[in-house]
């Protein structure tokens, strides 16, 4: 478990498929998430036991739980790990509106960044980013990762497009 001052972080367990269920079936994730249909529970099921072995799957999701009432608020992600280059990619949610904005997302962060160091010998992350979400842009921005690139109205959402923002932390001189 990685714990901090107001969130620990530990691993999916399969009592929480109900609550990733709800979280990754709700239409308001998914435009964020790049996703188009709902997930069945079997999938779900799928997906924790592939949570099990990163270096098989190159996937690690971590529950997001608050100190106070061990409650579950939210996942953070690495995915698409490549272990032989040192990189990965990270996502967060913060699955309900009332708990976003209180630094849960940056703490959580925080403590990913220094496993991806220090244990899983990880030297670059990076991440993708809608243009339009300020919070997020915010969220990387504050922790120092770094803008790459940028995408041309790369996402189609209802009849617009949306630029993609691409970022990098290089972990060489994070503690």
Not at 40 to 56: C, D, F, G, V
């Amino acid at each position: 478990m990685l714990k901090s001052e107001n969130i620990f972080l530990r691993a999916v367990e399969s009592s929480d498929a109900t609550q990733l269920f709800l979280w990754e079936n709700d239409v308001n994730h998914w435009r964020i998430a790049n996703t188009e249909v709902p997930f069945s529970m079997h999938a779900i099921h799928n997906l924790i036991e592939q949570y099990a072995s990163i270096r098989t799957s190159g996937q690690l999701r971590l529950m997001i739980c608050l100190n106070e009432s061990q409650l579950a608020i939210g996942a953070i992600d690495l995915y698409d790990i490549n272990f032989r280059h040192g990189f990965a990619t990270v996502g967060v949610l913060i699955a309900k509106q009332e708990d976003r904005n209180k630094g849960f997302a940056k703490e959580a962060f925080q403590l990913v960044i220094k496993y991806a160091k220090e244990v899983l010998d990880l030297y670059n992350l990076q991440c993708f980013i809608q243009a339009d979400n300020l919070a997020s842009i915010h969220l990387f921005e504050a922790l120092k990762f770094e803008k790459i690139g940028l995408r041309k109205e790369w996402y189609k959402f209802k009849n617009s497009r949306i630029d993609e923002i691409s970022y990098q932390l290089c972990l060489k001189n994070e503690i």
